[in-house]
């Protein structure tokens, strides 16, 4: 690559119970446009992790982790989040400069209530788990198939499932029960988040529906944040037979607002009988 030429980074980001693995399809559209992409593993999500040190970690860390990375690279990343990531990024943006935050399909920040019986639901059931918020939480498979991929074909989500790991109960808790987290860890103030926002979610999704989703990107002011609706699509974005629309739609976004691979060439001008104009390509 010739000097002078960097390439916006775009670096995606886990939910709940996954690893960076999750896009190794949904990326690819991102790389044949021409953006460097990354998809690292939040603290303690390789397999075989030290469960007790996992226990003890939380969002703030997740965070951490993911600010620290962005800015090791070159230049401001967009920063893609799914699900519990979607949170992670909104978390992280705040500490270090991004060129934009993409949120498929994201855990709600402190402070956005739940909007539908089956969020209700779902914390009903995790108050049935004990003191889950000391321990790491096994992925289970029921659940998994019920809630998140459900639309995939009952083969791809047995081999979907088998990828995932176990997941820090305090970080589901200060996510997913966020009024009883006295820390607020899982506050995201929208003013110190100084990035153009998408949020994308699937009219199906159960886990975190559209209908949250649309309150997490109304907190942003004026046009800094857009939504969009997948009306079939449920939990998984990144992995159900729409995929590619999605990545498609973002990547649209970011073209829109002038996101791009490589900084634009400057137009050169040339003199003609009416003046100075564009010259051609």
């Known amino acids: 690559m010739s000097r002078g030429k960097i390439v916006t980074p775009v670096v995606f980001v886990h939910g709940a119970f996954c690893g960076g693995w999750a896009f190794d399809a949904f990326r690819e559209p991102f790389e044949t446009a021409g953006f460097e992409t990354h998809a690292p593993n939040l603290p303690h999500h390789e397999r075989g992790a030290d469960l007790e040190q996992l226990a ?4 703030k860390d997740y ?43 994201p855990s709600a920040p402190w402070g956005v209530p739940p909007t539908t019986l089956d969020e209700h639901s779902n914390h009903f059931g995790l108050s049935l788990l004990g003191d889950y918020w000391r321990r790491a939480v096994p992925p289970d498979y029921r659940v ?14 047995r081999k979907t499932f088998a990828r995932f790991v176990p997941e820090s109960g305090r970080a589901i808790r200060e996510a997913v029960q966020w009024w009883l987290d006295h820390s607020m860890a899982s506050q995201a103030p929208v003013y110190r988040i100084n990035a153009p926002v998408l949020g994308l979610a699937g009219g199906k999704d159960r886990v975190n529906p559209s209908s949250t989703v649309r309150r997490v990107i109304a907190r942003f002011p004026g046009d800094q944040a857009h939504f969009h609706e997948f009306p079939e699509m449920s939990h998984w974005l990144v992995g159900e037979p ?16 002038d996101i791009l691979p490589k900084p634009a060439k400057p137009k050169r001008k040339q003199l003609s009988l009416f003046g100075w104009r564009e010259a051609p390509v």
């Open 56 to 59: 003890q970690t939380g969002l």
């Open 242 to 257: 729409e995929a590619a629309d999605v990545a498609q739609m973002t990547l649209r976004w970011f073209e829109a607002r």
């Open 144 to 157: 998994a198939r019920a809630t998140t991929l459900d639309r995939l074909a009952r083969e791809d989500a």
């Open 63 to 105: 965070a951490h982790a993911v600010a620290l990375y962005a800015r090791n690279l070159r230049a401001p990343p967009v920063l893609v989040g799914h699900s519990l990531g979607g949170l992670v990024s909104q978390l992280a943006s705040i500490h270090t400069p991004i060129a934009g935050l993409v949120l498929l399909a």
